[in-house]
């Protein structure tokens, strides 16, 4: 069965860092999203990406995020200057349309120090 | 927005019984899905299933989508089964992106 693959499983990173955390979506998807989950707490979205641009963003998206889908294959969430509040599992998500099914990566865990 | 509330909070079971979840939603649906979360965190696919019923195996999960909820069935629960479950949905507006109920921690004891 095809997967979403993401990389790193796990980051560590100083505060006022950047980071990039990479997911490679399922090879035929069209609609590409990230999510965090804080320890302890439910799913959150963040971003939709369609079409190579921005389709949704929530209010935890602000400009410290960014998104990019580089080449055919990866799906980048870049965090320009990282916080102690961004640590938390970031998950990537992929679906073939725009309210069917998404697939889930098994997520990178972020720590800031 | 949408609210998505997940019952109960926490649920201890013996393994080998049987149990059942519930997801309320305040708005008609496009999408519903069923995660199980396990100890390492990975979201694992369980149904999509915006109406209708569904089995895989032990498990299976009804949608009633006019009266907006969804139930999750567990059968003879095993303490492989334990994590925790979410509900998540994308409502019938503009939006695309799921949204989370808080789930259920479920505990199989031996």
């Known amino acids: 069965e095809p997967e979403v693959t993401q990389t790193p499983s796990h980051q560590v990173t100083q505060m006022g860092q950047e980071v990039i955390l990479r997911c490679v979506p399922i090879s035929n998807h069209l609609y590409f999203y990230w999510y965090r989950q804080i320890l302890g707490q439910k799913v959150e979205f963040l971003v939709s990406?369609?079409?190579?641009?921005?389709?949704?963003k929530s209010e935890i998206f602000d400009d410290q995020f960014s998104v990019e889908r580089p080449d055919g294959s990866n799906f980048t969430l870049k965090i320009r200057s990282t916080k102690l509040e961004d640590s938390a599992m970031y998950f990537c998500a992929s679906s073939g349309g725009g309210r069917g099914i998404q697939y889930f990566g098994a997520g990178t865990r972020l720590s800031v120090l | 927005g949408i609210q998505v509330e997940q019952s109960p909070p926490d649920l201890i079971l013996q393994e080998g019984a049987n149990s059942t979840l519930r997801c309320n939603f305040s708005?008609?649906?496009?999408?519903l899905q069923w995660f199980h979360q396990n100890p390492w965190g990975q979201l694992i696919n369980l149904f999509y299933i915006p109406s209708g019923t569904k089995q895989n195996g032990r498990l299976s999960a009804t949608t009633v989508a006019t009266e907006r909820y969804s139930l999750l069935y567990i059968s003879s629960s095993q303490t492989t089964d334990s994590g925790v479950y979410f509900c998540?949905?994308?409502?019938?507006?503009?939006?695309?992106?799921?949204?989370f109920g808080s789930g259920t921690q479920l505990t199989v004891l031996p």
């Open positions: 708005d008609s649906v496009n999408n």
């Open positions: 990406f369609y079409n190579n641009e921005i389709s949704e």
């Open positions: 998540a949905i994308i409502s019938s507006g503009s939006a695309r992106q799921l949204t």
